[in-house]
């Protein structure tokens, strides 16, 4: 736990860890409120049309007790697979916390995945058990004959008889004593994004939600303050709606509001925010741009924000200055991966805010810019993001894949993928993956300021910039471009989008083309699938050189 200080200097110089020798999310996040205090709101279930329901911790941990006493009667035990294939509810928690009393492993998917997709990271986990709703059995019910391990689902909300989530919460007895686990008991499995090879399930102890607390207080500006409120639209399914928001919130004793939207909603998004008087929001970078869309923020709605945090991708000047004028509030953006989360972070109350930087070193980790050789570069070289170990926020390793866990070090330097630069004030700024990189006349050009750069031109709703292969520059910048409702794409439009960034930026990192697309890919995290941008932007530069 962060001590509420004034200067960041200080905050990281007297910070020490304190790892028990015995812990549990199950219960550190449920059980220890609920004897201190169980009426105490743990989550709030968001209806457009109604009142929120409410859960209290109390209640959570009475029926997630329950939970994992139905799941043990269907044999699930310590170091068993579930697969979690739900929306924001408080099912998903509760699923969550029995899981994790009963030493068994989480393995959160999100509903937006495809068969395939699924079927690879069940199979892969070794899946034993899904607690899912009807949408997910639908496509689960395809599949269970192909996996060996897979012996059935637990539906929510299909009154699926003796699987029914809730007769089965309300048919066993709501006391439990949680396996006996210590920090390094692997507690969760989160697959990564599979954005540069296929997904490999990155495998978290029960000490990685203790490791998130430093980065999540400095983030949230010292979070728990009374009257605290936490939400986010980020799939409870990535690391970053699970463990940037929901489960340390609730740690906190930090009520967390659960919503269901099939996509992000400008609008949908702030009434929420108004209505519940949110005060603490995760929203990653593709959100927010999207938010620019909707008019007249200040003038239409009161909100009650103290904290927006951010990450997933670099935010970008451009972002960050909308952000503090139209919602009110500094953007506090922080960086880290699945293996390893919020290392890197801001905190604008305490002097730790740049725009186009992701933060300085969050108190409690080292993380450093290597070279190729593991050896740590000089301020202002361009190089990977490292992080050292041991720390408690690092995963254990690649669910049955030691090759690719070794693969991940050098020495004892985690690396990240990411290529970024530290300046002499300790700011790191994020260029993006090592193959998102742009070279371009002996420049390295990271895509995410130039994307953020362009959906602030009036017509740009999203963007996305790479690198396409020149003969003279090495590459040039070439932007993908989806137009805001009411704009035509056309050439005197593509140079005036063009002309905006180069005024904004450099004249080496304008877009030299600029191309109108009619949707924008984006994995279930948000972020922009540049690769598929990159290929398209190869295979035409192929077409035109030959080679």
């Known amino acids: 736990m962060l001590e509420r200080r004034d200067d960041y200097r200080s905050l990281y110089r007297d ?78 928690v509760v699923a969550h916390l029995a899981i994790y009393k009963l030493g ?31 949408a997910g059995a639908a496509k689960l019910a395809g599949i269970a004959g192909r996996m060996p391990a897979f012996d059935g689902m637990v539906v929510v909300g299909a009154d699926a008889g003796r699987d029914d989530f809730d007769r ?18 692997p507690a969760l499995m989160i697959f990564t994004s599979g954005t540069t090879g296929p997904p490999k399930g990155a495998l978290l102890p029960h000490r990685v939600l203790l490791g998130h607390l430093p980065g999540v207080q400095m983030a949230y500006e010292f979070l728990p303050r009374p009257g605290d409120l936490m939400w986010t639209p980020a799939d409870w399914a990535w690391a970053g709606g699970l463990l940037n928001a929901l489960l340390p919130a609730l740690y906190l004793g930090v009520p967390a509001v659960a919503a269901r939207f099939e996509k992000f909603d400008p609008e949908t998004a702030l009434v929420l925010l108004e209505k519940l008087a949110v005060r603490n929001a995760f929203i990653p970078p593709t959100a927010l741009r999207m938010l620019k869309s909707a008019p007249d923020i200040g003038g239409r709605f009161r909100l009650a ?23 009110g509030v500094t953007p506090n953006e922080f960086y880290g991966q699945t293996e390893c989360n919020l290392v890197l972070g801001s905190c604008a109350g305490i002097g730790v805010s740049r725009a186009g930087a992701i933060g300085k070193v969050v108190p409690g980790h080292r993380v450093a810019i290597i070279d190729g050789e593991g050896r740590p570069v000089r301020s202002g070289t361009v190089g990977q993001i490292a992080v050292a170990r041991p720390d408690p926020v690092m995963f254990l390793e690649y669910w049955q894949s030691p ?4 693969r991940k070090f050098v020495g004892d330097w985690m690396t990240t993928g990411d290529q970024g630069v530290e300046d002499e004030d300790g700011y790191v700024q994020f260029f993006g993956r090592d193959d998102d990189v742009i070279t371009s006349a002996g420049f390295r050009i990271g895509p995410g300021e130039i994307e953020d750069c362009l959906t602030g031109h009036p017509a740009v709703a999203l963007a996305a910039a790479v690198g396409k292969p020149d003969v003279l520059r ?49 994995t279930t995290t948000g972020k922009v699938i540049r690769r598929i941008f990159r290929e398209r932007a190869r295979r035409e530069a192929s077409q035109v050189t030959g080679v």
């Open 474 to 522: 090495t590459e040039i910048v070439k932007a993908y471009v989806v137009l805001k409702e009411g704009f035509a794409g056309s050439p005197e439009l593509a140079g005036g989008i063009s002309r905006w960034v180069r005024e904004r930026l450099s004249a080496h990192e304008y877009p030299r083309e600029v191309e109108f697309v009619d949707s924008m890919p984006l």
């Open 403 to 406: 090759e690719a866990t070794r």
């Open 15 to 92: 910070f020490r860890w304190t790892i028990p020798g015995r812990f549990n999310i199950g219960t550190a996040v449920a059980d220890r409120w609920a004897a201190l205090d169980p009426d105490r709101t743990a989550l709030l279930d968001y209806r457009i049309d109604g009142a929120p329901d409410r859960l209290s911790y109390g209640a959570l941990a009475a029926r997630s007790n329950a939970f994992a006493n139905a799941l043990r009667a269907r044999g699930i035990g310590r170091g068993d697979r579930v697969a979690l294939l739900l929306p924001q509810s408080f099912e998903t």
């Open 305 to 327: 924000l103290r904290s927006v945090c951010t990450a997933g991708e670099a935010l970008g000047r451009e972002t960050y200055d909308w952000t503090k004028a139209a919602l």
């Open 104 to 134: 068994a492993i989480a393995v959160p998917l999100a509903l937006l995945f495809g068969v395939e997709a699924l079927e690879y990271r069940l199979q892969t986990a070794g899946v034993k058990l899904a607690v899912t709703n009807a």
């Open 168 to 185: 089965l919460v309300a048919g066993h007895s709501p006391d439990f004593v949680a396996e006996d686990t210590g920090p390094d008991d």
